[in-house]
Structures are given as C-alpha cells and as structure tokens.
C-alpha cells in the first residue's frame, strides 16, 4: 500500500461514524476519484471497507490486521523512508569506505533517477548535522566526525519509532548482538546501589545512546572528540559510570577510551536523579542546585505564578521540578537531548500544556542561549501536567435543589446517599417539601421524589424514588452531563463571540505558503487595530520555537500577550497548506491583551482538541461566515 492508502484506512478506523468521499478528499489532499481508487486497492488486498449511500466504514479488525501486516514490510516504499534507509547505510560506513549509488536501486528496487532524486534529500539532512558528501563515480563517501554520525544515527532511530514507542524490546531488535534486557538491569541495580534513580524515560535514552556508542566501538569507530565536562560531578556519580563501563568492557570485551568514557558519563549524570528525591524539602536544594540553576528555577516559578488554573503551593512538585531543570541544564552543556516517546501523543491531546511547556522552554532558551527541542519541552509539560487544576466554569458544581415530602428523617439519608455518589459532580444546596416560593435562578438543577410538571420552574428537572436505584443513579448522571455540556458550549460560544469579528474571516484565499499566510493576516489584525506592525516578527519568533500546527489546523501566535485587542482571525483553505511537517486546511491566528489570556487559554484548548476530529473539522470547514464558523464549532461539542 502506498502512503495516502495507509491514511485512509488509519482515518477510516479511527473515525466513529460514516465518512463521505468528499471528507476524505479534504482530509488526505486529494479528489475523490483518488479516495475511490484507494479503496479500490485496499479491497483487491483484503475486503474491508464497506461503501454506502451515506459513505464509506471499515471492518475494523481487518483493517487493523491489515495495518499490522503493511508496518511490518521492512522494504521501504515511500521517499522518507527510503532517505532513512540509504542515511543509516552510509552512516555505517567509515570515511574511507563507500556505498554506490546502484547498490541501492537494487537494494530498494527503484531505478537510478529514484535514487539520484532521493539523494538530494539525503546530502540535506547530513549537512544539518555537519556531516558531508563526496561522490566519485557514483561512489558515495561521506565524511564527518564520530560524535555527529552517533547524533544523527540515535536521531533517525528515534524517528523510526515515533509510531512504535522507543523500549527495550524495540532497542534489542536494533541491536541484536547486545543483551538489552540485561543492560537495563545492570543499570537499575547499580544506580540504586549508588543511591541514585533513573526513570524509565531516560532509561531508555541511556540505553539507546550506550548501544549505539558499544556498536560502533565492536565496528572500530572511536569517539575522539571532547565535550565540555559535567560540572562538579558527586564522586558517586563518577564512581557509578566507573562500574557501569566496567561491566560492559568485560561482557562484551570493548575497551572504553577517555573521550568514550566522558560521552558515556556525561550522558549517564544528567540522566541521575537522588534515590531520596522525595524526602528532600525545599530548603535542601541551595546543597543540591548550584546558583544558576536555582536562579533559573525562580524564574520559570514566578512565570508560573501568573498562568491561570496552576497550583504551585506543592513543595513535592517544586522538589521534582527544580532536579529535572538541573539535570536539563547538564544535558544542554553538551548538546544531548532525552527523546521522549510520548511528545506527539501531549502535543495533540494536552495543547494548553503543551503551550505552556513552549513558553517555560522559551525562557529556558532565552537563560542558556541554546534552543530546547520538543522532546525536552514535551518533559516540561509532564511536569507541568501534574499540578494543573481544572479551569473554573468545568470545576464548579452543579447546585441542585431537592423535592421531598416530609416523612420521618428519610429526606436526610437520601440527600447523604446523593451527596455520596455524586460529591464531586453536584451539591444539594437546597431542601424543599412542598411548592414554597423558590428563586430558580440560583439552581442547576432539580431533583424531585414527586411529579413536578405542575411546578413554575425553569430549570432542568429529573424525577427518581426515594431510595436512589441504579436507574435513579443514571438518570441523574445523564442531567449533569446535559448541564455541563450545555455550560461548556454557552461558556466557549461567549468567548469565541467576544473574540471574532466578521473582518477577520477568509475563505479559500489564493495563498499555500506559511509565512505569506502569518504576513497577510497579520497585516490584516494590524488595519483591524488588533496589533501593531511589528506583532508579525512576535509571531515567527513563536513559530521558531516549535510548531503550532496540529493535525489539520494552525494555530499561531506570540509569547508576548501584548496585544491591543484580544482577537481570533479565522483562515480556512480547502486546498492544504503546508505547516512544517503537516498539511492544513484551518488557520487560526489569535492576538491576545495580557489581561485576557484566560480566554485564549480556555479557546486553545477546546479549539485543538475538537477540531483534531476528522468529522468535526470537516463540519468546520463548511462555514461561510464567521457567524457559521462559531455556530458549528459549538455543535462540535458532545458529551464526554
């Protein structure tokens, strides 16, 4: 199957409902003669999409088991994988050695212009990492230092994982001549003998780097190179990477040489964190954190105090916080990074925390002068992750006022038995027992033992019996879900009507370039007197920092919320525009007045994770105003 096939059926089984051919087409950036053809392709190979007057569904265990068979084809098919394929090749080739251009049209069945085209791309990613190309009658030598081919290589085997988290099992299938499992446990058990403690995330980084680091010493390829040292390592520390390189130069009789050493122990210490970490209190650290280090953490701190929804009382969270800012620091000294598997997954389902892990590693960039990658922010935001407080108008419970007939102390056990099942949900603020006079407006919801028809009250209403069945449970349950949708669709409908402007919608305007894109509607939020001129450069500053495209939308902006006015410009294009990595059909550019990020805050978040939905963004992308774009983003919203 060829990529787009690939696509379609990954859509089709990940898509709840029936999926027309013209959705699909938007979607994977082609006509509908194309999604015919697919199908069509797909069917001749195993029969598991289904086409009806409504659109196309799939047999989602065949096609999974489909999927399953395509992933598993080790000959690459599309260029990028090829490109990896013919990288990994040379980087496994001394200077002196070569690899010829026609060894990989056999290799890879393709012919010798493929190739010649393919290599284009090829000499393009080794420059990124100052490694270069020499041909001499189609005699391919590349030449570059060790330290930078092991970059490159660690890079390219992360990449080739990004689908299939990176673990010990993937590492041992790269490396079979290592005993991985045992080198994951060499390292477990001398760590904490040290008393030191490694998480499974940077385990795996250390592993990877090591494995690659003994392959190349089996292979004769030594690390000569020099780093700049950790500074003031524990002798602990130093002692631990003594024993670990040790253990691995007498299993697999390898001789570590001072520079490999270095690199190895280097990687090691600013992967270690205390085995003791949670009995350390914050007094501790000025003996743990040297004074840049803590300078930084007060930093990124006090830029936290001023986030909406965000608990920064918890002494245990600043602890953790404070150790992994060090550790990042040490790794940012030599320019090594941990690959985290989980990057993508925060990116698309987390957005605000993502966003804000951008921020912290902005001020990080700015501090250290060195650029943070995805992977380091995408830690941050695990960090950050775990001390969010869910934002008000979802927090807050529902107040429920309840109708019963007074008979002995019943009223009060069934008002402990709600309270009970529902605590976190609603509060039963009021008891009545008979049709008194009740100012409804202050109530969410009524609960009643008796018929209530006859009532003067306008509120949402259930009736259940005194002794709250399963069913009583249930339907009471089905009413809050009712409610807090409805308050999150009033609640996101009133900010996004607060944020647009029917002078900042376009539709299907000629242009496919991002930065013509960020130009024109930044120009155009300039005349609308939303920002001033140089709000454009604020807003490619951002966008140089990571990617704000996710999935089938963009959502750009600037650090600085400095705005002039708090504004939404709403870019939609049938025909995708390239975003970096993605193809996007939605733009959505947001000008933001400091003392109104809550609402971007709240609008971002909802925007990302509705309109990732294929069904959702296709109903988006119908709209013809601004008024349509609000109004079908809202009926987006389903319960949870």
């Given amino acids: 199957m060829n990529k787009n096939e690939i696509k379609l059926l990954e859509i089709l089984i990940n898509t709840k409902e029936v999926i027309k051919a013209n959705e699909l087409s938007l979607l994977l950036g082609v006509s509908t003669k194309s999604i015919r053809n697919y199908v069509s392709e797909i069917n001749k190979i195993k029969k598991c999409i289904y086409s009806t007057n409504k659109g196309y569904t799939v047999d989602r265990e065949l096609a999974v088991d489909l999927l399953h068979i395509e992933y598993s084809n080790d000959l690459p098919e599309t260029k990028n994988e090829r490109v990896s394929y013919m990288l990994m090749k040379l980087l496994k080739k001394s200077n002196a050695s070569s690899i010829n251009l026609q060894d990989f049209c056999d290799q890879l069945f393709i012919s010798y212009e493929t190739v010649k085209k393919d290599f284009i791309d090829v000499k393009e990613k080794l420059l990124d990492y100052n490694i270069f190309v020499r041909i001499e009658k189609d005699d391919i030598y590349v030449e570059g230092s060790e330290k930078q081919k092991r970059k490159m290589l660690s890079s390219l085997l992360c990449e080739e994982f990004t689908e299939n988290v990176l673990s010990i099992d993937s590492i041992s299938k790269i490396f079979p001549k290592i005993n991985i499992p045992e080198l994951a446990d060499d390292i477990r058990e001398n760590t904490k003998k040290h008393g030191f403690f490694i998480n499974e995330y940077a385990l795996v980084n250390l592993i990877l780097e090591l494995s690659i680091g003994m392959d190349r010493i089996m292979n004769n390829f030594i690390h000569i190179s020099r780093h700049a040292p950790i500074k003031h390592p524990e002798n602990s520390e130093v002692n631990l990477a003594n024993e670990l390189v040790n253990i691995v130069e007498k299993k697999y009789n390898i001789e570590y040489s001072e520079s490999e050493f270095e690199e190895f122990s280097n990687t090691l210490i600013s992967s270690l964190t205390k085995m003791d970490y949670l009995k350390i209190k914050m007094d501790d650290l000025s003996n743990l954190i040297d004074e840049e280090d803590m300078q930084l953490v007060n930093q990124l701190l006090d830029n936290m105090k001023a986030w909406d929804y965000f608990d920064l009382s918890n002494e245990g969270f600043i602890v953790k916080f404070a150790l992994h800012i060090k550790n990042l620091r040490r790794r940012i000294l030599r320019k090594y990074e941990l690959k985290n598997p989980l990057t993508q997954n925060i990116k698309m389902s987390c957005p605000l925390i993502f966003e804000h892990a951008v921020e912290l590693s902005n001020q990080i960039k700015q501090f250290t002068q060195s650029s943070i990658s995805d992977h380091e922010t995408a830690f941050l935001a695990l960090h950050i992750g775990n001390m969010i407080r869910e934002s008000n108008f979802i927090n807050e419970q529902i107040k429920c006022v309840l109708l019963f007939p007074q008979y002995y102390d019943y009223s009060d056990k069934l008002v402990k038995s709600i309270n009970a099942e529902f605590e976190n949900e609603m509060v039963i603020s009021y008891i009545v027992t008979n049709d008194e006079k009740i100012d409804w407006s202050k109530f969410d919801l009524l609960i009643s033992t008796i018929p209530s028809n006859d009532l003067n009250c306008d509120i ?181």
Avoid at 468 to 497: A, G, Q
Avoid at 518 to 527: L, V
């Fill in 460 to 640: 949402p209403k259930v009736q259940i019996t005194p002794f709250l069945t399963r069913n009583d449970k249930l339907t009471i349950s089905n009413e809050i879900e009712k409610i807090n949708l409805s308050r999150k669709r009033d609640f996101l409908k009133n900010n996004l009507l607060k944020i647009t402007d029917k002078n900042l919608f376009f539709k299907n305007k000629t242009m496919t370039s991002k930065k013509d894109i960020i130009y024109f509607i930044c120009d155009e939020m300039r005349k609308n007197g939303c920002v001033d001129g140089s709000y454009v450069d604020e807003v490619l500053e951002r966008e140089n920092e990571s990617s704000t495209a996710f999935g089938k939308i963009a959502i750009p902006h600037s650090f600085n919320m400095d705005a002039k006015k708090t504004n939404m410009f709403v870019f939609l294009s049938e025909k995708p525009i390239q975003w970096d990595e993605n193809q996007v059909n939605i733009v959505l550019l947001f000008a933001v007045k400091h003392n109104e990020r809550s609402i971007f805050f709240n609008v971002f978040d909802n925007l990302v994770v509705q309109l990732l939905e294929p069904t959702n963004l296709n109903l988006v992308m119908k709209s013809e105003s601004i008024t349509d774009f609000v109004d079908n983003f809202v009926k987006c919203l389903k319960s949870e």
